[in-house]
Structures are given as C-alpha cells and as structure tokens.
C-alpha cells in the first residue's frame, strides 16, 4: 500500500517531519511519499499548501494525511480544509499544557529552531565547526579539548555520528580510523592515549562493512571481506584490551547510536 503524508508548518518543517514520522514508522506494510511544506506563515501561503495537498488527492484518489506544527489558528484552520485526515500536532498539546500551567501560550512561530538562545546556538556551531576539523584524523593534536572520540575501521559511521552529536546534542566530536599500523602496534595510538576518557569505539558486521566500501571503491582490496573481517576482529580486540565501551552499528540508526554514546559516556 501506497499513501502520501504532507508535514506543514510556519518554519522548517523539522517537527512536524520529525513527530509525523514517528508516528508512520508504527504503519512497517504502508509506502509513504513524504512531502515537507516549510514556512507557511500567512493565508496565501496556507492556501496554496491546500491546492497542493488537494491535487495530490486528485492523483492519489485517496485523501492523504497531513501532519502540521502551524501555531496561527487562523492558518491552522485553513489547513485543516485540505483533507479529512490532518493532525495537528501543535493544538493537540497546547491546550492541555495551558490548562496545566494556567496561562496562555505564545503562539509563536520557530521557537524550536530558532536562535532564542544565542549562548547555546554558539555552543552548537563550534561544535560543529570542531567536528568538521577533526573528522577522519585531521587535526590530532587538539584531541584533548573534544567531549567525545568515536574510534573505528573506515566506514562503520563514525562521520555521521559525530556530525549528528555536534548538531543535536552541541558535543565536539572528534573521530579517528583505526589503521593497519594501529592493529599493527597492538595498543592504543599513542596520539589518543592522553584523551583515553574520552574513547567510545563503533564496530560492524564485516558482511555490512564490505558491502559498503563496495559502494565506495568497487575495486581492490579495500572492501574484501576477508579484510574487513580481519580489521573488524582487530579493532575489537583492541577495544578490549584497552576497555574502550564499543557500540555494533550494523542495525543501528545515528540518532540511536549518539544516544547510546551520550548515556554510556555520561555526557549531557
């Protein structure tokens, strides 16, 4: 089964998109075509949001479902006329949260994503900035000053990690790739033995690995299964011998992986 799901709001979309598909993932047998309409934040734009979701019913000959983050109960209901199945996920809890605090809320637009906090959005872009600079190696020399060092075989997600990590969570996160001269040393890199605290190691299933850098260099050694599977067993010997906590990645999504990073590091 095929069905359409459009995520509205007066900003980016992210909360919508985010709460929505939160919502789909409980629906495994259905397909859903996901369309983002971000920043309908006046009439014009709300009703032009509702002749695309109605053409999209036209073609669909079904109604689709149309999540909204939209904080203007003018706009809101606008939108609320493009199908039978809209959910607003905004007017759902604010009532309740007013009533429970007694008072009224804002209803202001992009306070999620916003810079309402100068202090922390800086704290997020010189995460970012840092992890950027310390990706795959760069920059060793400063290792000290991350608030994580994910360890790893090329390609078991480590970039993406910390990527994630600097944007969600505002952490300096550096990696490092593990390398045949490090298996080769049998110990920890003696660049990293100064921030040995700060060490969290990922793995993967040598099947999974190989198929990936297959994607990536289809040719040569690089992505042999027998090689993955020996650098695989290699850097979790090493992450035993030296007590690094290690996560498998194989089936698990970044958001899951940098929680589990941020718990077992004790790091808020």
């Known amino acids: 089964m095929n069905r359409r ?35 309908v934040s006046n009439e014009l734009a709300a009703h032009a949001a509702v002749a695309t979701i109605q053409r999209a019913a036209l073609e669909d000959k079904v109604a689709p479902l149309v999540f909204s983050t939209l904080t203007d109960p003018a706009i809101q209901r606008i939108i609320a006329t493009s199908s039978p199945h809209v959910f607003d996920l905004f007017g759902t809890f604010i009532v309740p949260l007013e009533t429970a605090l007694g008072v009224q809320s804002s209803h202001t637009a992009g306070k999620m994503h916003g810079v309402a906090d100068i202090h922390a959005y800086e704290k997020r872009m010189a995460a970012l900035n840092f992890t950027l600079s310390h990706d795959d190696g760069l920059s060793p020399r400063d290792l000290n000053e991350a608030d994580v060092v994910l360890l790893g075989v090329s390609r078991c997600g480590k970039t993406p990690t910390c990527l994630y990590l600097a944007m969600h969570y505002s952490l300096k996160a550096a990696n ?85 990073v941020v718990r077992d590091m004790g790091l808020h």
């Open 5 to 39: 799901a459009f995520f509205v709001s007066d900003r980016t979309g992210i909360t919508a998109e985010t709460l929505g598909l939160s919502l789909l993932t409980q629906f495994p047998d259905i397909a859903f075509k996901r369309t983002n309409i971000p920043f």
């Open 176 to 260: 490092y790739p593990l390398t045949d001269d490090d298996f080769d040393a049998t110990k920890l890199p003696k660049i990293l033995r100064p921030c040995r605290e700060k060490l969290y190691g990922l793995t993967i299933v040598p099947e999974q690995l190989s198929r990936i850098r297959r994607e990536r260099r289809p040719h040569g050694d690089y992505a042999s299964l027998i090689r993955c599977r020996a650098e695989v067993s290699k850097a979790e010997a090493l992450f035993r011998t030296e007590n690094v906590q290690y996560i498998d990645t194989t089936t698990v999504s970044i958001e899951e992986i940098a929680a589990t």
